[in-house]
């Protein structure tokens, strides 16, 4: 049979072709032989990420394809297209969008299994190997080659780069004094990493695949949203020590996918969105009785207030309206804003009495996960970009009224300010226009600039220093790069290359809930 040529042919999953006769036994074979030492035996991950049709979802089947054959840049994968053969590279793809047999198990002896501790938290020095703000820190996300770049976020010289899990997701979390930092890999696995050292603290898998994660305020705890299996996980920070599995289901025994978790600090809690029960699960942590353990020199600068009977770790249950599957909260975490996929338009729901308070008149897609807001003269608005349509929504937060729409040149995917900064920024991520950026005037509520940092490059994402200053963005290509601007006269500093740089996270922002910033 004719070997894989790298322009493939594109991969039918349901036609009968010769290339598809082989049984499925013998592609469970076949994967076994050539797959399970990396991917696992029952496709679960290994060195190699898990291979379930949930983990795939962003992977077309031709491009499966493509990965089998050819492997992928920067990765130790073999390019099989040299071994099998057209016929076998197809099979295997598509017996990989196949549901396991049995549904696979992730459960606390799973999740100890994983465990690993290789500098306790503690053990190492307490001064930085480097010489930088420890607050003014910037980790880049690179997930073109799964690394991650830590800058100095007054000179933005890169002070290390290293290697990360395969495809992180969402934002890392950071311990308040800024010293740890916690990633999420959508296969499940978070990171503990010790800025100041430079070195991995524990590592452990709380689930196949998981949502994101969140840390409370004062640095305690990190908790796992999952979509597989459908639960939450509850971690000491220190060594990521479980402490316990949250099953997710209702009354009635249905069980649901977790949207997100994010730690919501003035009520002391962490608060999940379900994405199959109109629930959202709002689980505290126990209030401060000494300064966060963390080693540093802070304590949580946020202080939770909340009515100190409400027992930690107790799941309360909030009935909503509709299936939540992106959210955002209002500074003061007293409303969830949120929408599903489907639906027509979001609402708010005060997170105390449970009670829906509005309706959010906003179709396409709403991405209320990246929803920001500031102060416009004397009201406080939010902002969103629309997944499916090309238009900024701002919305006031008292009335809850749209009071603009802006019409941008394509759908956004990340919106960012920092409250120093008279602008807002928003990228174009999809269509023909994605190598341009947005500069909304936080006043006026116009574009008044347009960018494009480098033509036909996908350009976004936008994360300020800590003082508002200037601003990181990316140019979101495997040759691609981080691009510093001045954040007043918008004018270009320093370009970093990078391999396609996704999220920008700074310390300062990130541990003090900057109005500006995603969680
Ligand atoms: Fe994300 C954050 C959900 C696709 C890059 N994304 C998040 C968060 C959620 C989410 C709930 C907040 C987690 C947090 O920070 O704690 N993302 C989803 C989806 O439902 C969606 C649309 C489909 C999916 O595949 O799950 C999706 N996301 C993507 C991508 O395709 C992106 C562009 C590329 C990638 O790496 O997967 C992507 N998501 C990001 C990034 C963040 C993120 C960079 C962190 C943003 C931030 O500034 O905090």
Redesign the pocket.
Known sequence: MKRLCHALAPLVLMAASPALALGADDTAELYQTHCASCHGEARLGGIGPALLPGNL??LKPDAAVDVIANSRPASQMPAFGETLDEGDIEALARWLYRPPETEPRWGEAEIGESHRVFHPDGSLPDTPLFDADPLNLFIV?E?GDHHASLLDGDSFERIHRFETRY?L???PKYTPDGRYVFFGSRDGWITKYDLYNLEVVAEVRAGINM????VSADGRYVMAANYLPHSLALFDAHNLDLMKVYPVENAAGESSRV??V?AAPPRGSFIAALKDIKEVWEIPWPLPTEPVVSTGHMKTPLAPSRDPSRESFKVRRIAVPDYL??FFFDPGYEHVIGASRGGQGGMVVNLDSGEKVADLPLEGMPHL?SGITWKQGGRRVMALPH?SRAEVSIIDMESWERIKTLETDGPG??MRSHENSPYAWVDVFFGPNRDRVHVIDKQSLEIVETLTPEPGKTAA?VEFDRDGKKLLLSIWEDDGAVIVYDGDSLEELRRIPMSKP??K?NVWNKTRYEEGT??
Not at 211 to 214: D, P
């Open positions: 979802s962003r996300v997930t495809a997701h969402g934002g949502r994101n994660i969140a949207s997100a994010y599957d992106d996960g997944l995917f990340f994402h996704s999220g996270y995603s969680h």
